[in-house]
């Protein structure tokens, strides 16, 4: 089934199971062809190189070494899940476990030149493991086996679970807390923004909003800057995968992600990023602009549209949501004031008739709008309660070339609604 999945440098399919599980009865590693069930899974924020080393074990029939922190071991670890198995789910077969270092082939060994073949498809489908883990996901906050132990400045570090690129993707909403000894290892302050951060990054992947995601990104570390963008994909729901291609730059890896990425989310990178891409695109940000910006988009309400990727390459149709396109004169916008706080322009549109209306709009950004007329792709839904327009320009050939994006506010709708017609407009973006 893994051979049949992997097609023309793509996986096509979402939920792949892994490769490998642990036997936690037999204590080795096992194919998952023989487990054949739901494993459920450990996440573990990786130690600093100084405080690791490299284990040969028979629990992985000394495959490859596995990567352990110097005061942890596997033997250890089983016997905590054992005892997790009766506590929290005795009755609910929990036989199989994945754990990355045992189930996931590690750089060293006689195999490295199996691991960069098994890593294309392993490594993009980690994520299908913890969204469909069974019964639990068990959590390592302070390193891999490790008790629990969360001092002042852990959130800062550098090696702190919530700001690793890859533990994005982990997060559950039925976590257990690895390695707790009973004692209480952390103080008030620690513990309330620990309780924080679990409650925040959960709203955030259920939030469905990219920005959100990508801002939470923003501020975690990775290996290598690849693993940002790859620890991004499963969140993003694409129905395809790309591979783990290691010879791609952050940049490039990016431009495959978006191709493939859910129509959504696409449609919310063109309408709520504020600037236009200074990439291969305009409608879309770079991933460098992504991970630079400091002012990512407040949150938004109603259904922004879809942009579809086309057979041909390069094309990209916006299919908005209740949406139309006008041209209209904005103004006000072309100043950035030094403190971060909202601008408020107009814009005036004509009626049918030809009489100019002037609105109140708002940039909740600092990318200049120069004063002048301009195409606006404006769009909202009956649950809105702003309306939010994309301004540009249309190029010789119809295509739609992006420059900003503002937003009326509420009280502005009843007028919008009677200056804007509900006929469906499809763009080719730029």
């Not at 132990?149 to 090696?159: E, I, V």
């Not at 739609?400 to 009843?414: D, I, N």
């Amino acid at each position: 089934m893994r051979r049949k999945v992997l097609v023309s440098g793509k996986i096509i399919e979402r939920d792949v199971a892994p490769r490998r599980v642990w036997d936690l009865y037999a204590n080795r590693v096992v194919p998952y062809w023989i487990a054949h069930l739901k494993p459920w899974a450990i996440s573990h924020a990786w130690v600093a190189w100084k405080d690791r080393v490299d284990v040969m074990t028979p629990i992985n029939g000394r495959e490859w070494p596995v990567p352990m922190p110097k005061d942890a071991n596997l033997d250890l670890i089983r016997i905590e899940m054992l005892n997790a198995r009766l506590t929290w789910a005795p009755y609910i077969d929990t036989q199989y476990v994945w754990l990355d270092v045992a189930c996931l082939r590690q750089e060293g060994g006689e195999g490295e030149h199996v691991r960069l073949e098994e890593w294309k498809l392993d490594v993009p489908t980690i994520g299908c493991v913890y969204e469909h883990a069974y019964p639990f996901v068990v959590c390592y906050f302070n390193g891999l086996g490790r008790p629990l132990h969360l001092p002042p400045g852990y959130f800062q570090s550098d090696r702190c679970w919530f700001r690793r690129a890859w533990t994005l993707q982990e997060i559950t909403d039925d976590a257990i807390i690895g390695g707790e000894t009973g004692n209480d290892v952390m103080d008030t302050e620690v513990r309330g923004r620990f309780d924080e951060s679990m409650v925040s990054l959960q709203r955030k992947r259920l939030s469905r909003s990219i920005l959100d995601l990508v801002s939470e990104m923003q501020h975690r570390e990775s290996t290598k800057p690849l693993d940002k963008v790859a620890g991004l994909v499963y969140l993003l729901e694409t129905k395809s995968i790309p591979i783990y291609d290691t010879q791609l730059s952050a940049a490039e890896a990016w431009e495959v992600l978006v191709d493939v990425m859910d129509t959504w989310f696409r449609g919310q990178l063109f309408l709520f990023y504020p600037e236009p891409g200074d990439g291969s695109k305009y409608w879309c940000p770079s991933w460098n602009q992504l991970m630079e910006y400091k002012a990512i988009a407040p949150g938004f309400t109603g259904f922004p549209g879809d942009v579809w990727r086309m057979n041909n390459p390069g094309a990209d149709l916006f299919v908005p949501a209740g949406s139309n396109i006008r041209l209209g004169n904005v103004g006000g916008l072309s100043e950035v004031p030094k403190e971060p706080i909202p601008r408020q322009g107009e814009l005036v549109l004509n009626d049918d008739i030809g009489v100019p209306h002037t609105l109140i709009i708002v940039a909740d950004h600092a990318h200049p709008i120069p004063d002048g007329l301009y195409t606006v792709l404006g769009g909202f839904t009956s649950t809105s309660r702003t309306e939010h327009w994309i301004v540009g320009q249309l190029t010789e050939d119809g295509m739609f070339k992006k420059l900003s994006v503002f937003r009326s506010v509420g009280s502005e709708l009843p007028r919008l609604r009677q200056l804007t017609s509900q006929e469906p407009v499809e763009l080719f973006l730029c």
